[in-house]
């Protein structure tokens, strides 16, 4: 199980901007969380954070609970040990960091090789049973083949396998779709959906694959967490005003965009107040005080409007 507790980062040169403000988040065992923002909300430099894989010049406050022992108390030999064989990571842009001269299925048994001391070969047979659990196809012909002659989806795909074959049980995965057509995305969706002993925490800025991988969505605004709920939920009865104008921002709901597709202003980071304020249309005098997350049932909702529903 990962808990991220009150989570912030800023950046020492920048220090009054919080890059990630106070997230408080649970990923239970076998969970599947789709972390959702626009961009510059936050939401790489939060798995990063949690990865302990941010710049030195990060301040990071807070907690991230793996199995109960803290993952920013660690020490770099104690990092080491747990990542990749508890927790590993899938980058933004991935799967282009594939080394073009290494054949995919030595890379993807690599961290076998590197930190559980596995023999090559017994490693690159490892990496076909991966990739076939992940339904990649042709999956020794895969592992034989150069990383050029793999599509952007195959090659996020490869990186899934690479993440989980050293027995992680917990995936974090930042935009494993971007930039891909809708097939490739379909091919991602399936093999994530194939992680059914892993947790995952998946970025992404697209709602609707946010919904084919997920059963709860956090939605961040301006590096914020202003809602968490089950997907359905976020999808069919979204709360916070920015979850509202995002859902209704979807193509199957009529694409309504007159506040959502637009990376959060200077305005929307300053410390007073909402950051959502200056596109709230319910907007009150009181929004100028940050509101705190209210607990609405199970779910969690940062907006002055649900002050009494708790
Ligand atoms: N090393 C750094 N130093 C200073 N600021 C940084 C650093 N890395 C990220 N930031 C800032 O932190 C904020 C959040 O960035 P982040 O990359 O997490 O956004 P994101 O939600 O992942 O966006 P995208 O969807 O574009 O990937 C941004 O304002 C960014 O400029
Ligand atoms: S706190 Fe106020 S400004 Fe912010 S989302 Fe809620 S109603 Fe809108
Ligand atoms: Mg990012």
């Known amino acids: 199980m990962l808990e991220i507790k009150n989570l912030s980062v800023s950046f020492s040169a920048d220090s ?54 803290d993952i920013l108390k660690m020490n770099r030999k104690q990092l080491d040990k747990i990542r990749g064989a508890l927790i590993s990571y899938v980058p933004q842009g991935g799967g282009a960091s594939l080394n073009p001269l ?39 012909e895969l592992a034989a083949s150069y990383p050029h002659t793999f599509s952007g989806g195959m090659r996020q795909r490869a990186m899934i396998a690479m993440g989980i074959i050293a027995g992680s049980k917990i995936l974090l995965a930042d935009e494993p779709s971007k930039g891909l057509d809708e097939e490739r995305v379909s091919l991602v969706v399936d093999s994530l959906n194939r992680l059914t002993e892993q947790s995952l925490l998946c970025v992404t800025h697209d709602l609707m694959f946010a919904s084919r991988i997920s059963d709860h969505i956090c939605v961040l605004y301006s590096a914020a967490q202003v809602e968490f709920a089950s997907t359905e939920e976020i999808l069919n009865d979204p709360l916070h005003p920015y979850t509202r104008d995002m859902v209704k921002a979807i193509p199957e709901n009529g694409m309504i965009v007159d506040n959502v597709g637009f990376a ?47």
């Not at 070969?121 to 339904?135: F, G, I, R």
């Not at 709230?280 to 607990?295: I, W, Y």
Request: aromatic share 4%.
């Open 102 to 140: 290494m054949r995919v299925g030595e890379q993807v048994g690599e961290p076998l090789v590197e930190h559980q001391g596995w023999d090559k070969k017994d490693s690159v047979a490892k990496s076909v049973e991966v990739m076939k659990t992940l339904n990649m196809g042709n999956e020794e």
């Open 16 to 69: 009054d901007v919080l890059a990630v403000q106070d997230v408080t988040l649970t990923l239970p065992d076998k969970g599947r969380i789709a972390l959702v923002g626009e961009t510059g909300s936050g939401k790489s430099v939060l798995l990063l954070a949690v990865m302990c894989l941010l710049a030195k010049n990060a301040v990071v406050t807070g907690e991230v609970l793996l199995n109960g022992e």
């Open 264 to 310: 959060p202003s200077h305005d929307d980071f300053g410390k007073g107040g909402c950051r959502y304020k200056h596109r709230c249309k319910d907007c009150t005098a009181k929004c100028s005080e940050m509101p705190p997350l209210f607990d609405v049932g199970d779910r969690k909702v940062r907006c002055w409007l649900y002050e009494d529903k708790n």
